[in-house]
């Protein structure tokens, strides 16, 4: 998902370089950061970075949208990324209700 998040901001127009452009990198590779600082924690602790991680793929969607609807991404690139996030959410909310 980071690598799909960079691909779509190196479109972005320049105006945008420090607005969504910087949020959008934020939030990717925040969830990815998250579950590796929390995976070395005990299980409860692990849990919280998975609920930290959680809400950053909620706001990275949030802000993909927006992104759509400013017509910097196309229905079918947003439609990619939202059908690959909502996978992630649903295997880390099963792997967290496992810990």
Do not use: C, H, W
């Amino acid at each position: 998902m980071v690598d799909d998040v960079f691909t779509l901001i190196n479109d972005f127009p320049s105006d945008e370089k420090f607005g969504l452009t910087p949020q959008l990198g934020r939030f990717s590779v925040s969830i990815p950061s998250n579950i590796a600082d929390g995976s070395s924690r005990t299980n409860k602790s692990f849990s919280y970075f998975i609920d930290i991680e959680l809400g950053s793929s909620f706001e990275l969607e949030t802000q993909l949208i927006i992104v759509f609807k400013r017509n910097y991404i196309t229905q079918l690139q947003l439609t990619k990324i939202e059908e690959k996030l909502e996978e992630f959410q649903k295997m880390t909310m099963g792997f967290q209700n496992e810990l």
